[in-house]
């Protein structure tokens, strides 16, 4: 799928693809012509979008424009990427139940599956075999996962942080606590 023409604005497709949300991003000049019908009756405004992750899907309202004469809808680069982050910590929150919405919600946050693995100790291959349900990660690596999507959202590193002290602990063998009031 292309985008429709457009000046200056970056233009978000949504695709989903054997269950797989896949995304087309266009950059062009002056967004007025729809790529679907060719009209040039694109209206700015919220446009409705449900997103599907597995067997769940998140509905609302993404920044785009709709074709007012063949009713296809783009949507907002930016704000896309809002809605999807919003999904990911809905998902952290609620709890993760299939490897779609593992996936969905680590991507989501911009972690790559590299870092994942590295962060929590295992192989990238496990990370893989998580999200492909070749194998599921136990209730504590889920956990664990869900508080780095929350803290990644937040622009913060609270768990990793923590994880890479426990994967390394200090081997000072005497330790001053200074209690004075401070
Ligand atoms: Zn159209």
Same mark, same amino acid.
């Given at each position: 799928?292309?985008?429709?023409? *457009?000046?200056?604005?970056? %233009? ?20 007025? !012509? ?5 009209? #040039? ?9 449900? =997103? ?5 899907? *998140? ?13 296809? %809808? ?8 809002? *809605? ?6 809905? =998902? ?13 919600? !680590?991507?989501?946050?911009?972690? !790559?599956?590299?870092? =994942?693995?590295?962060? =929590? ?31 990644? #959202? ?7 942080? *923590? %994880? ?11 330790? !001053? #606590? ?5």
């Amino acid at each position: 799928m292309t985008g429709p023409d *457009f000046d200056g604005d970056a %233009l978000t497709c949504v695709v989903v693809i054997d269950g797989t949300v896949v995304m087309v991003t266009v950059e062009m000049a002056n967004m007025n !012509r729809c790529t679907k019908c060719g009209k #040039l009756d694109l209206a700015k405004g919220k446009q409705p979008i449900q =997103l599907d992750v597995g067997d769940r899907s *998140f509905e609302g309202h993404v920044q785009g424009w709709a074709c007012a004469s063949c009713n296809e %809808l783009y949507y907002d680069g930016p704000d896309l990427g809002a *809605f999807e982050e919003a999904a990911a910590t809905w =998902l952290a929150e609620h709890g993760v139940r299939t490897p779609e919405e593992l996936k969905f919600m !680590r991507k989501a946050a911009g972690i !790559r599956a590299a870092d =994942l693995a590295s962060w =929590l100790g295992v192989t990238p291959e496990t990370v893989s075999h998580w999200e492909t349900g070749k194998h599921a990660p136990d209730v504590v690596m889920r956990s664990v996962i869900a508080r780095i999507v929350v803290d990644t #959202l937040r622009g913060e590193s609270v768990t990793r942080d *923590f %994880l890479q002290v426990q994967g390394k602990p200090e081997g000072t063998r005497k330790v !001053r #606590l200074d209690r004075d009031a401070a």
